[in-house]
Structures are given as structure tokens and as C-alpha cells.
């Protein structure tokens, strides 16, 4: 299967915010589409002090029930630096007008990368 030329735009603009050796995007389920407009709108977060505890492993379910209690938040979709100095794909909510990202999952991820949905 031929890779989406967008994935190593994508790796090289992530690996522009890490700079070890190992920062490597784990995850390739997003679709075509989706991809683009990360590469076109996407933006690097960093990590409110004010994380969340939820779901392990379940990022954009526990996004969706913030957003359902917090109506004026929105839900980002994108990829987060985790303490291990990798990419993953991850989601989390964002305070529109202050541009504070809360991470609804865990605290470890160090910085975030992707567009409001």
C-alpha cells in the first residue's frame, strides 16, 4: 500500500516540536481528508495545568461527555507528545476562547497537535 504523501509532512511537522530520535507517529487511522486539514489547520497545544481523569484508552468518549456537561467547550482531534517522547493519536477538549487545552484522559501528554471538530 502506497503512504499518503501528507503522513511524512505530518511526522516531520510534529518532529519539529520533539527533537528525540524516537518521535514517531504510532497511529494512521485517520482518514485522507481528515489528514489534510490537520497538515492545513492544525496548531500545537500545550497541556492546561487542569487535566481530567477519565477512560484509559478512551480519549474521544471521554471528550464527548466533557462537551456534553461544558456545551462551550469544543473537541479536538489531533496527536499528543507523551511522556515517552512519541506521537499518539489522542483527543481532547479545548476552551475556544482562551485556547486552554484540557486533556480529559491523563496528564502525561507534554504538548498537542491537531484542529478543533
Request: charged share 25%; with cysteine; proline share 4%.
Amino acid at each position: 500500500m502506497i503512504e499518503d504523501p501528507n503522513w511524512s509532512l505530518l511526522r516531520a511537522k510534529l518532529r519539529s516540536r520533539c527533537f528525540a530520535s524516537d518521535a514517531v507517529v504510532d497511529d494512521r487511522h485517520i482518514q485522507p481528508r481528515r489528514l489534510a486539514e490537520m497538515l492545513k489547520d492544525g496548531r500545537f497545544y500545550r497541556v492546561s495545568a487542569r487535566s481530567i481523569s477519565g477512560e484509559p484508552h478512551e480519549c474521544y468518549s471521554n471528550a464527548i461527555r466533557y462537551v456534553q456537561s461544558h456545551p462551550e467547550y469544543r473537541i479536538c482531534t489531533g496527536f499528543g507528545l507523551f511522556v515517552d517522547n512519541r506521537w499518539y493519536q489522542h483527543s481532547w477538549v479545548m476552551e475556544p476562547r482562551r485556547f486552554h487545552a484540557i486533556d480529559v484522559t491523563s496528564n502525561w501528554f507534554k504538548l498537542l497537535y491537531g484542529i478543533m471538530t
